[in-house]
Protein backbone atom coordinates (compact mmCIF):
# COMPACT_ATOMS: atom_id res chain seq x y z
CA UNK A 1 0.00 0.00 0.00
CA UNK A 2 1.42 3.32 -1.30
CA UNK A 3 0.77 7.02 0.33
CA UNK A 4 1.23 10.10 -1.71
CA UNK A 5 3.49 12.64 -0.13
CA UNK A 6 4.06 16.08 -0.99
CA UNK A 7 6.72 18.56 -0.94
CA UNK A 8 6.85 21.92 -2.05
CA UNK A 9 10.77 22.85 -3.51
CA UNK A 10 11.79 26.11 -4.56
CA UNK A 11 12.98 25.62 -7.82
CA UNK A 12 13.86 23.53 -10.65
CA UNK A 13 17.51 22.96 -9.31
CA UNK A 14 16.01 21.73 -6.08
CA UNK A 15 13.58 19.49 -8.01
CA UNK A 16 16.28 17.72 -10.17
CA UNK A 17 18.08 17.05 -6.93
CA UNK A 18 15.65 15.55 -4.87
CA UNK A 19 14.78 13.30 -8.18
CA UNK A 20 18.27 12.02 -7.68
CA UNK A 21 18.30 11.68 -4.58
CA UNK A 22 15.01 9.33 -4.46
CA UNK A 23 15.96 7.30 -7.27
CA UNK A 24 19.59 6.75 -5.13
CA UNK A 25 17.43 5.40 -2.49
CA UNK A 26 15.16 3.40 -4.73
CA UNK A 27 12.35 4.72 -5.58
CA UNK A 28 11.22 4.07 -8.95
CA UNK A 29 10.75 7.52 -11.49
CA UNK A 30 7.09 6.17 -11.95
CA UNK A 31 6.13 7.21 -8.68
CA UNK A 32 7.78 10.85 -8.53
CA UNK A 33 5.21 13.29 -10.48
CA UNK A 34 6.32 17.01 -10.54
CA UNK A 35 3.91 19.96 -10.82
CA UNK A 36 5.05 23.33 -12.23
CA UNK A 37 3.93 26.08 -14.40
CA UNK A 38 3.47 25.29 -17.77
CA UNK A 39 7.48 24.91 -19.76
CA UNK A 40 8.97 25.27 -16.12
CA UNK A 41 10.23 21.78 -15.90
CA UNK A 42 12.68 19.83 -18.26
CA UNK A 43 11.81 17.01 -20.34
CA UNK A 44 12.91 14.04 -18.39
CA UNK A 45 11.83 15.02 -15.68
CA UNK A 46 8.69 13.22 -15.08
CA UNK A 47 5.10 15.56 -14.49
CA UNK A 48 1.81 15.13 -12.74
CA UNK A 49 -0.57 14.37 -15.69
CA UNK A 50 -4.62 14.64 -15.64
CA UNK A 51 -5.02 12.39 -12.72
CA UNK A 52 -3.08 13.96 -10.91
CA UNK A 53 -3.75 17.82 -11.46
CA UNK A 54 -7.55 17.28 -11.90
CA UNK A 55 -10.47 15.74 -9.80
CA UNK A 56 -11.17 13.30 -12.35
CA UNK A 57 -10.89 10.61 -10.36
CA UNK A 58 -13.36 11.31 -7.65
CA UNK A 59 -15.39 12.97 -9.98
CA UNK A 60 -15.68 9.45 -11.56
CA UNK A 61 -16.88 7.91 -8.07
CA UNK A 62 -19.72 10.68 -7.19
CA UNK A 63 -20.77 10.18 -10.95
CA UNK A 64 -20.42 6.38 -10.26
CA UNK A 65 -22.83 6.77 -6.81
CA UNK A 66 -25.17 9.10 -8.28
CA UNK A 67 -25.83 7.35 -11.47
CA UNK A 68 -26.18 4.14 -9.78
CA UNK A 69 -29.10 5.28 -7.46
CA UNK A 70 -30.56 6.81 -10.56
CA UNK A 71 -30.35 3.47 -12.45
CA UNK A 72 -31.65 1.65 -9.62
CA UNK A 73 -34.68 3.95 -9.51
CA UNK A 74 -35.57 3.11 -13.10
CA UNK A 75 -34.96 -0.21 -12.47
CA UNK A 76 -37.34 -0.20 -9.86
CA UNK A 77 -40.10 1.36 -12.74
CA UNK A 78 -38.98 -1.56 -14.90
CA UNK A 79 -40.51 -3.80 -11.33
CA UNK A 80 -43.42 -1.13 -11.11
CA UNK A 81 -44.48 -1.71 -14.62
CA UNK A 82 -42.98 -5.05 -15.33
CA UNK A 83 -41.83 -6.85 -18.70
CA UNK A 84 -43.27 -10.01 -19.01
CA UNK A 85 -41.65 -12.55 -16.91
CA UNK A 86 -39.36 -12.40 -13.43
CA UNK A 87 -36.18 -13.39 -14.80
CA UNK A 88 -36.35 -10.13 -17.33
CA UNK A 89 -37.49 -7.49 -14.28
CA UNK A 90 -34.36 -8.65 -12.24
CA UNK A 91 -32.15 -8.33 -15.84
CA UNK A 92 -33.95 -5.10 -16.54
CA UNK A 93 -32.97 -3.78 -13.11
CA UNK A 94 -29.69 -5.27 -13.28
CA UNK A 95 -28.90 -3.26 -16.58
CA UNK A 96 -30.43 -0.07 -15.31
CA UNK A 97 -28.24 -0.22 -12.43
CA UNK A 98 -25.21 -0.85 -13.87
CA UNK A 99 -26.39 1.36 -17.08
CA UNK A 100 -26.69 4.38 -14.83
CA UNK A 101 -23.13 3.93 -12.92
CA UNK A 102 -21.17 3.86 -16.14
CA UNK A 103 -23.01 6.64 -17.89
CA UNK A 104 -22.85 9.04 -14.39
CA UNK A 105 -19.33 7.95 -13.78
CA UNK A 106 -18.72 8.87 -17.77
CA UNK A 107 -20.33 12.13 -17.36
CA UNK A 108 -19.20 13.06 -14.15
CA UNK A 109 -15.31 12.42 -15.33
CA UNK A 110 -16.00 14.49 -18.36
CA UNK A 111 -16.75 17.33 -16.25
CA UNK A 112 -14.40 17.39 -13.43
CA UNK A 113 -11.04 16.84 -15.70
CA UNK A 114 -11.59 20.77 -16.12
CA UNK A 115 -11.51 20.86 -11.99
CA UNK A 116 -8.22 21.83 -10.46
CA UNK A 117 -7.36 18.86 -8.01
CA UNK A 118 -8.84 19.38 -4.36
CA UNK A 119 -5.65 17.94 -3.09
CA UNK A 120 -3.34 20.45 -5.47
CA UNK A 121 -5.11 23.74 -3.55
CA UNK A 122 -3.29 24.66 -1.10
CA UNK A 123 -0.13 24.32 -3.11
CA UNK A 124 -1.56 26.32 -6.28
CA UNK A 125 0.00 29.72 -5.43
CA UNK A 126 3.27 28.71 -4.75
CA UNK A 127 3.41 26.38 -8.40
CA UNK A 128 2.20 30.16 -9.69
CA UNK A 129 5.62 31.42 -7.69
CA UNK A 130 7.51 29.45 -9.51
CA UNK A 131 8.11 26.71 -7.07
CA UNK A 132 7.92 23.16 -8.25
CA UNK A 133 5.37 20.80 -6.03
CA UNK A 134 6.50 17.18 -5.78
CA UNK A 135 4.47 14.32 -5.25
CA UNK A 136 5.84 10.69 -4.66
CA UNK A 137 4.15 7.75 -3.69
CA UNK A 138 6.10 5.46 -1.23
CA UNK A 139 5.20 2.41 0.38
CA UNK A 140 3.54 2.37 3.82
CA UNK A 141 6.36 1.21 5.44
CA UNK A 142 8.91 3.99 4.28
CA UNK A 143 6.87 7.49 4.88
CA UNK A 144 8.83 8.29 7.88
CA UNK A 145 12.61 7.50 6.46
CA UNK A 146 11.51 9.62 3.05
CA UNK A 147 10.41 12.42 5.33
CA UNK A 148 13.21 12.80 7.87
CA UNK A 149 15.92 12.12 4.54
CA UNK A 150 14.19 15.04 3.04
CA UNK A 151 13.99 17.88 6.00
CA UNK A 152 17.59 16.75 6.89
CA UNK A 153 19.38 17.28 3.63
CA UNK A 154 16.90 20.19 2.36
CA UNK A 155 16.25 22.08 5.26
CA UNK A 156 14.49 24.92 2.27
CA UNK A 157 11.71 22.30 1.09
CA UNK A 158 8.52 22.80 2.59
CA UNK A 159 6.47 18.99 3.42
CA UNK A 160 2.93 19.62 2.20
CA UNK A 161 1.57 16.27 4.17
CA UNK A 162 0.46 12.71 3.07
CA UNK A 163 -2.09 11.60 1.10
CA UNK A 164 -4.22 8.94 2.68
CA UNK A 165 -5.12 6.94 -0.46
CA UNK A 166 -3.45 7.03 -3.23
CA UNK A 167 -5.80 4.53 -6.25
CA UNK A 168 -3.70 2.29 -7.90
CA UNK A 169 -3.50 3.04 -11.91
CA UNK A 170 -2.00 6.63 -11.34
Same mark, same amino acid.
Given at each position: ???? #????? %??? &???????? !???? *?? @??????????????????? %? !?????????????? !???? #????????????????? %??? &????????????? @? =??????????????? &?? $? &????? $?? #??????????????? %???? @??????? *????? $?????? =??? $???????
Amino acid at each position: MRRR #LYFML %PDV &SSARAMLD !ELVA *VG @IEQRYMHFCAREGLLAADM %P !EANSLQKTDLIHGA !EVGM #LIGGISGLLAGGLWLIF %PPE &SMEMRIVALLVSA @I =GGALFGSWMSANAAR &SI $P &SSRLQ $PF #LLDIDAGKVLLMVDV %PFRQ @ISDIQQM *VSKQH $PEIHFG =GVD $PHVPVFI
